[in-house]
């Protein structure tokens, strides 16, 4: 059973942009924390950026001013929209959502190629 589905990965030129978008089944109740990590070849996965359901976020300090995280509760639905993409930041990102009641679900994972 789906229960997120991700998508916007792609290959960018450095400078270029992508939005990735997950969306959360109704399956899922009471959603809190909304978030993205990613991970590159060879590293751990790292987090990225989150937002709670009162808009509060946090963003890895890689990444500030350039990507935003972002939330649609009626479509149950995150953002990721990244700028000023540099090499770096290429990786799988996946998406991640915890419940209130403790659940965590994890995306598929979307690649993101940054390159020239």
């Known amino acids: 059973q789906v229960q997120l589905v991700e998508s916007g990965g792609g290959l960018v030129q450095p400078g270029g942009s992508l939005r990735l978008s997950c969306a959360a089944s109704e399956t899922i109740f009471s959603i809190y924390v909304m978030g993205w990590y990613r991970q590159a070849p060879g590293k751990p996965r790292e987090l990225v950026a989150s937002i709670t359901s009162d808009g509060t976020t946090y963003y890895r300090n890689s990444v500030k001013g350039r990507f935003t995280i972002s939330r649609d509760n009626a479509k149950r639905t995150v953002y990721l929209q990244m700028n000023s993409l540099k090499p770096d930041d290429t990786a799988v990102y996946y998406c991640?959502?915890?419940?209130?009641?403790?659940?965590?679900?994890w995306g598929q994972g979307t690649q993101v190629t940054v390159s020239s």
């Open positions: 991640d959502v915890n419940s209130a009641g403790g659940g965590r679900y």
